[in-house]
C-alpha cells in the first residue's frame, strides 16, 4: 500500500511539471541553428493596450492598432518618437479580422463580434479615418458571404477577403475570395480557394495572393486548435486560378492564428497557436517563391497569436496578441530587423 502511495504521489509531481514546462514562454525556444536576423523589444513612452485577435496597420508614418476582443480604443504609434496615442473605439466590438489600408483609411471586412465560441460575423464593412479620428460604416456584407477570421488584401484598388468561418468558432469554415471596391461599394465573387482555412492572414507578392497557416475551427467536434493546415495556396489575380504549392512548400511549423509580412522578397509567417504545446509559437518562417523553400528566421522574443504585422524601413513590428493558446493578452510590442 505504502509503495502504490509513493507511486501515486511520483506521478502527480510529474504531471505538475510537465504542466508547468508547458507553460513556459514561446520565448524560451531554442534559436533555430542559423537562423537569420534578430528581434529586439522597442522602448516606448508606454507600452499599447493589451489586446489580441486585433489588427496593426501603417497608414502614411503611424502603425494604427484595431480592435481585438472586448472594448479597446483606436491606438497609433510613431516609429520616430516612440509613442502611442489613443484615438476613438469602434463602433462595436471587432476581432478576428485582417485589416488593410486604402487611400489614407483603414478598412474592416471578414471580422468576428461578440463572444467565444459562437461569434457573428460582422455583417458591414467599417471604415476608420485616421485623420478625422472616426469611424464609418460601410456597405452590407452580402448576407451569403459573411464570416469571420479571414485574409484580406489590397491589389488594385479592390480588398480581397478569403476562406474564414462563418460561425464563430464552431463550424461553416468556407473557400470563398471576394473583391470589394471602395470606390464604388460593389462585390465580386472569384473563384475558390482549394481549401477551406481560417484564423490565418493573405499577403501579395509578385502579384499574386498567397494563402498560408490557418486552421479548420472545430468546437463542435472539440477540435479549436487541432485541425491547422500546413498546404499554401496561391491565387493568381489576372487568371481567377488556384495553384496549390507542391508538398516541398507546405508550412514547416503547422500552426493558425498567425500573421504575416513581406519581406525582400519573400513571406513571412509569423507567431500563432496550435494544437501542439499552450504557450504562443515564437517561430518565424519565411518563403522564397524563386526556390519553393522555407528558411527559419530568428523567432520573436515573445511567442504571441491574434495579432498582425506591420513592415517598415525593412522592419517587421508586432504588438500585442496573446502568449498562450487561446487569451492571455500582453501588451509589448517587439521589431525584426535581418541585421542585429
Not at 139 to 149: I, Q
Request: net charge negative.
Amino acid at each position: 500500500m505504502r509503495s502504490r502511495r509513493l507511486y501515486l504521489q511520483a506521478s502527480a509531481l510529474l504531471v505538475a511539471a510537465a504542466v508547468v514546462l508547458s507553460c513556459l514562454p514561446a520565448a524560451q525556444a531554442q534559436h533555430p541553428a542559423g537562423a537569420d536576423g534578430a528581434w529586439r523589444t522597442v522602448a516606448s513612452d508606454a507600452p499599447p493596450v493589451a489586446r489580441h485577435e486585433h489588427a496593426y496597420v501603417r497608414v502614411g508614418e503611424r502603425f494604427y492598432l484595431v480592435g481585438g476582443r472586448g472594448e479597446r480604443p483606436v491606438q497609433s504609434f510613431d516609429p520616430v518618437s516612440g509613442a502611442w496615442s489613443t484615438h476613438a473605439m469602434p463602433p462595436i466590438e471587432l476581432h478576428h479580422f485582417q485589416a488593410v489600408a486604402h487611400e489614407g483609411k483603414i478598412y474592416v471586412i471578414g471580422a468576428l463580434t461578440g463572444g467565444w465560441p459562437t461569434e457573428d460575423p460582422v455583417a458591414h464593412v467599417y471604415i476608420y479615418d485616421p485623420v478625422a479620428d472616426a469611424w464609418t460604416q460601410g456597405p452590407a456584407v452580402p448576407e451569403d458571404r459573411r464570416r469571420g477570421a479571414a485574409g484580406a488584401v489590397v491589389h488594385d484598388g479592390e480588398i480581397f477577403v478569403v476562406a474564414g468561418i462563418r460561425n464563430g468558432h464552431t463550424d461553416g469554415h468556407v473557400r470563398w475570395l471576394d473583391a470589394y471596391d471602395p470606390a464604388t461599394g460593389g462585390w465580386r465573387r472569384l473563384a475558390d480557394a482549394p481549401r477551406t482555412r481560417d484564423h490565418f492572414h493573405a499577403a501579395v507578392l509578385d502579384g499574386k495572393l498567397y494563402a498560408a497557416g490557418g486552421r479548420r475551427s472545430s468546437h463542435a467536434t472539440g477540435q479549436g486548435f487541432e485541425l491547422t493546415i500546413p498546404e499554401v495556396d496561391v491565387y493568381d489575380f489576372a487568371t481567377d486560378t488556384w495553384t496549390p504549392l507542391p508538398p516541398s512548400g507546405d508550412l514547416p511549423t503547422e500552426r493558425a492564428g498567425t500573421t504575416v509580412a513581406v519581406l525582400d522578397g519573400r513571406l513571412l509567417v509569423l507567431g500563432g497557436e496550435s494544437g501542439s504545446q499552450v504557450p504562443a509559437h515564437a517561430e518565424v518562417e519565411a518563403f522564397d517563391p524563386e526556390t519553393g523553400t522555407w528558411t527559419a528566421l530568428a523567432p520573436m522574443r515573445v511567442g504571441r497569436h491574434g495579432m498582425q504585422a506591420v513592415v517598415y524601413e525593412q522592419k517587421v513590428y508586432v504588438a500585442s496578441g496573446s502568449k498562450t493558446r487561446g487569451a492571455d493578452e500582453v501588451d509589448s510590442q517587439e521589431v525584426y530587423s535581418q541585421t542585429p
